[in-house]
Protein backbone atom coordinates (compact mmCIF):
# COMPACT_ATOMS: atom_id res chain seq x y z
CA UNK A 1 0.00 0.00 0.00
CA UNK A 2 1.31 2.98 -0.67
CA UNK A 3 1.31 6.46 1.12
CA UNK A 4 -1.69 8.00 -0.34
CA UNK A 5 -3.64 4.59 0.01
CA UNK A 6 -2.43 4.86 3.87
CA UNK A 7 -3.69 8.37 3.96
CA UNK A 8 -6.94 7.88 2.29
CA UNK A 9 -7.90 4.70 4.42
CA UNK A 10 -6.43 6.64 8.15
CA UNK A 11 -8.70 9.76 6.64
CA UNK A 12 -11.81 6.74 5.71
CA UNK A 13 -11.46 5.48 9.48
CA UNK A 14 -11.48 8.17 11.01
CA UNK A 15 -14.86 9.30 9.23
CA UNK A 16 -16.40 6.57 10.07
CA UNK A 17 -16.07 6.99 13.37
CA UNK A 18 -15.72 11.02 14.10
CA UNK A 19 -18.99 11.46 11.50
CA UNK A 20 -21.53 9.66 13.01
CA UNK A 21 -20.19 10.11 16.45
CA UNK A 22 -20.47 14.09 16.51
CA UNK A 23 -24.11 13.80 14.75
CA UNK A 24 -25.29 11.25 17.41
CA UNK A 25 -23.87 13.66 19.92
CA UNK A 26 -25.21 17.07 17.89
CA UNK A 27 -28.94 15.07 17.18
CA UNK A 28 -28.99 13.58 21.18
CA UNK A 29 -28.37 17.53 22.64
CA UNK A 30 -30.94 18.46 19.87
CA UNK A 31 -33.81 16.37 22.04
CA UNK A 32 -33.60 13.65 19.26
CA UNK A 33 -31.63 10.22 20.96
CA UNK A 34 -33.15 8.05 19.19
CA UNK A 35 -32.80 9.72 15.56
CA UNK A 36 -29.19 9.77 17.18
CA UNK A 37 -28.47 6.56 17.61
CA UNK A 38 -29.85 5.20 14.49
CA UNK A 39 -27.77 8.09 12.59
CA UNK A 40 -24.85 6.64 14.26
CA UNK A 41 -25.38 2.95 13.83
CA UNK A 42 -26.28 3.63 9.96
CA UNK A 43 -23.14 6.02 9.65
CA UNK A 44 -21.03 3.01 11.34
CA UNK A 45 -22.61 0.14 9.38
CA UNK A 46 -22.25 1.72 5.95
CA UNK A 47 -18.52 2.88 7.01
CA UNK A 48 -17.32 -0.46 7.95
CA UNK A 49 -19.22 -1.93 4.94
CA UNK A 50 -17.68 0.50 2.58
CA UNK A 51 -14.11 -0.13 4.14
CA UNK A 52 -14.93 -3.99 3.45
CA UNK A 53 -15.92 -3.48 -0.01
CA UNK A 54 -12.87 -1.27 -1.47
CA UNK A 55 -9.93 -2.45 0.72
CA UNK A 56 -10.34 -5.97 2.26
CA UNK A 57 -12.40 -7.85 -0.58
CA UNK A 58 -10.06 -7.38 -3.16
CA UNK A 59 -7.36 -9.01 -1.29
CA UNK A 60 -6.44 -12.71 -2.07
CA UNK A 61 -6.24 -14.50 0.74
CA UNK A 62 -5.68 -17.99 -0.31
CA UNK A 63 -3.65 -20.33 0.32
CA UNK A 64 -0.65 -21.76 -1.76
CA UNK A 65 -1.90 -24.40 -4.23
CA UNK A 66 -0.64 -28.24 -3.33
CA UNK A 67 -0.44 -27.96 -0.11
CA UNK A 68 -2.35 -29.98 2.18
CA UNK A 69 -3.21 -33.90 1.77
CA UNK A 70 -3.70 -35.52 -1.48
CA UNK A 71 -6.47 -37.59 -2.60
CA UNK A 72 -4.70 -40.61 -1.54
CA UNK A 73 -4.27 -40.12 1.93
CA UNK A 74 -6.15 -41.00 4.83
CA UNK A 75 -6.29 -39.30 8.04
CA UNK A 76 -5.79 -42.49 10.48
CA UNK A 77 -1.87 -43.09 9.41
Known amino acids: MNRNETIVLGLTVAAVVIVPGLANGLLSQWGYPWVG?????????????????????????????????????????
Open 37 to 77: SAVWAMGYGLGVVFIWYEWIRPLDITGPEGVGYEENDSADK
